[in-house]
């Protein structure tokens, strides 16, 4: 895939002792989708509905009010329908700023419209990984992988840090990334937990095999 200006401004933040082992940015199909089918639409939609009956009862009435009273009051009562479209409309910027890089260290994502966020969590403090998949990412046929921290329960939703996780949203090759990262957890605590030799370029202790020079593509 191309290196679009949200990969470019992560990867400038990554150290020269690291290897970029996979970059990505979200599928943009179940990105948009997602903004679309979000919580907030069965709100808008009765919200929308029930204006709509108000203002059609009372201008089938013979007391009618003010056209300019009438769309104020229309305006200002409908703010969560407002809310959901500009929601809807700010999804492109979103997935503009949205990429996601893992090095042989961490986890780096990127999200945000109006203000962008930059977020890397290293492998040492990673307790788990799992794999979401909701309605419309199976329909898809993408996923979700996150990772949660010690420091908290939550993760993050593209990009955007909740708590102490992070995760990697929409993508298509899902399975390979999570057994990637899995893998990368896994030999970084057991090389930090048990460093035997004081851990040397290429750490014998407790078996493990990580390894900066390490060819992840096999």
Same mark, same amino acid.
């Given at each position: ?6 990969? *470019? ?6 150290? %020269?002792?690291? %290897? ?25 939609? @009765? ?36 809310? /959901? ?9 979103? /997935?503009?700023?949205?990429? &996601?890089? @893992?090095?042989?260290?961490?986890? &780096? ?6 203000? *962008?966020? &930059? ?25 979700? @992988? ?27 090759? /899902? ?33 493990? *095999?990580?390894?900066? %020079? *390490?060819?992840?593509?096999?």
């Amino acid at each position: 895939m191309s290196i679009d200006g949200a990969i *470019r401004d992560l990867a400038s933040m990554i150290s %020269k002792d690291e %290897k970029v082992l996979w970059f990505s940015k979200p599928d943009k199909l179940c990105f948009v989708l997602e903004s679309i089918f979000n919580p907030l639409l069965p709100i808008a939609i @009765v919200f929308l509905a029930f204006d709509l009956t108000i203002v059609s009862a009372i201008y089938n009435t013979e007391e009618k009010l003010p056209v300019v009273f009438a769309l104020f009051m229309l305006f200002i009562h409908l703010m969560p329908v407002w809310v /959901y479209i500009g929601g809807v409309l700010m999804t492109f910027l979103k /997935y503009k700023n949205t990429g &996601y890089i @893992v090095t042989t260290k961490g986890i &780096y994502a990127s999200g945000g419209f109006l203000t *962008r966020t &930059y977020n890397m969590k290293p492998f040492n403090e990673v307790s788990y990984v799992n794999i979401h998949r909701g309605i419309i990412d199976q329909l898809i046929g993408v996923g979700d @992988v996150i990772a949660t921290c010690n420091s908290g329960d939550a993760y993050t939703i593209n990009g955007r840090q909740i708590g102490g996780g992070i995760s990697i949203c929409d993508i298509a090759d /899902y399975q390979r990334v999570f057994k990637m990262v899995k893998e990368l957890q896994e030999d970084v605590f057991s090389d930090t937990m048990y460093p035997n030799a004081l851990r040397p370029e290429n750490n014998p202790g407790y078996n493990t *095999r990580y390894s900066a %020079k *390490r060819d992840w593509n096999q």
